[in-house]
Nanobody, 125 residues
Framework: VQLQASGGGLVQAGDSLRLSCTAS????????TGWFRQAPGKEREFVAT????????YYTDSVKGRFTISRDNAKNTVFLQMNSLKPEDTAVYFC???????????????????WGKGTQVTVSS
């Protein structure tokens, strides 16, 4: 199983980025998916999760109204549209897939079934 994330980069505060994560080696539509992030010296944290069908979504409070998660099961891909980026969004962003639901997935950092390798997002002030 592979989760290949892309789309990170160096941007200025207020800019936008779109992250993509394409999965292979698994039945993508059978997994809840999501994005997590890890800043230097901090633990990996939940950002957004989406259910198998895409109709149930959760966001951490700090990104509500700025980030949008979506998925395309036909393309085995999950997206994270990030708008109005802030310096505190700087982190390595990881995509994940798990057979739990979108709600339960939020707390499974230590027991997640599959992780991607991560993509760096750096927001300068």
């Amino acid at each position: 199983v592979q989760l290949q994330a892309s789309g990170g980069g160096l941007v200025q505060a207020g800019d936008s980025l779109r992250l993509s994560c394409t999965a292979s080696g698994l039945t993508f539509s059978s997994y809840a998916t999501g994005w997590f992030r890890q800043a230097p010296g901090k633990e990996r944290e939940f950002v957004a999760t989406i259910s198998r069908s895409g109709n149930v979504i959760y966001y951490t409070d700090s990104v509500k109204g700025r980030f949008t998660i979506s998925r395309d099961n036909a393309k085995n891909t999950v997206f994270l549209q990030m708008n109005s980026l802030k310096p505190e969004d700087t982190a390595v962003y990881f995509c994940a897939a798990d057979k739990s639901d979108a709600y339960g997935m939020r707390g499974r950092v230590k027991t997640m079934e599959y992780w991607g390798k991560g993509t760096q997002v750096t927001v300068s002030s």
